[in-house]
């Protein structure tokens, strides 16, 4: 297996995130290649994806970085690893992946968030050094624009 980032939006890799996404969330939809594009450009944010050994993606992660008065902070999102590839090390790889990148770009500190029910997820985090918090997390969301 290795893990990558990556630098464009292919066609291999927005089928592959159209396949790998609703299994993170049922109501994930595929993201659009201009959606995609914006994020592999953007040298704040790297998309790492895993491949087996035959090449093909197995695993997404993404890292996006932004700066604050206090503070360089790094934050996970969007970590799934395809349910035929789970428990042979993808998530752990994608994820200390997303550390190395973090200490390269001098980020103070890394956020995630996981539902409690991602339990394998989870005992990942902390096993790669991730410590849970107590904190309340809140969305707003705008109303939508006519």
């Given at each position: 297996?290795?893990?990558?980032?990556?630098?464009?939006?292919t066609d291999e890799l927005l089928e592959a995130l159209a396949r790998l996404?609703?299994?993170?969330?049922?109501?994930?939809?595929?993201?659009a290649r201009d959606e995609v594009a914006a994020a592999v450009s953007d040298?704040?944010?790297?998309?790492?994806?895993?491949?087996?050994?035959?090449?093909?993606?197995?695993?997404?992660?993404?890292?996006?970085?932004?700066?604050?008065?206090?503070?360089?902070?790094?934050?996970?999102?969007?970590?799934?690893?395809?349910?035929?590839?789970?428990?042979?090390?993808?998530?752990?790889?994608?994820?200390?992946?997303?550390?190395?990148?973090?200490?390269?770009?001098?980020?103070?500190?890394?956020?995630?968030?996981?539902?409690?029910?991602?339990?394998?997820?989870?005992?990942?985090?902390?096993?790669?050094?991730?410590?849970?918090?107590?904190?309340?997390?809140?969305?707003?969301?705008?109303?939508?624009?006519?």
């Amino acid at each position: 297996m290795t893990v990558e980032r990556v630098r464009e939006a292919t066609d291999e890799l927005l089928e592959a995130l159209a396949r790998l996404l609703p299994q993170l969330s049922p109501s994930s939809a595929a993201p659009a290649r201009d959606e995609v594009a914006a994020a592999v450009s953007d040298e704040r944010t790297a998309l790492l994806v895993a491949r087996d050994d035959d090449g093909r993606i197995v695993g997404a992660l993404t890292l996006a970085t932004y700066r604050t008065l206090g503070a360089h902070v790094g934050w996970i999102e969007d970590v799934v690893v395809d349910e035929a590839a789970r428990g042979a090390g993808v998530g752990a790889a994608l994820t200390e992946e997303a550390q190395r990148l973090a200490a390269e770009w001098r980020v103070d500190h890394v956020n995630l968030t996981s539902r409690a029910s991602r339990e394998a997820a989870n005992r990942l985090y902390r096993r790669v050094g991730f410590e849970q918090r107590e904190t309340n997390v809140y969305r707003w969301r705008p109303s939508p624009h006519s």
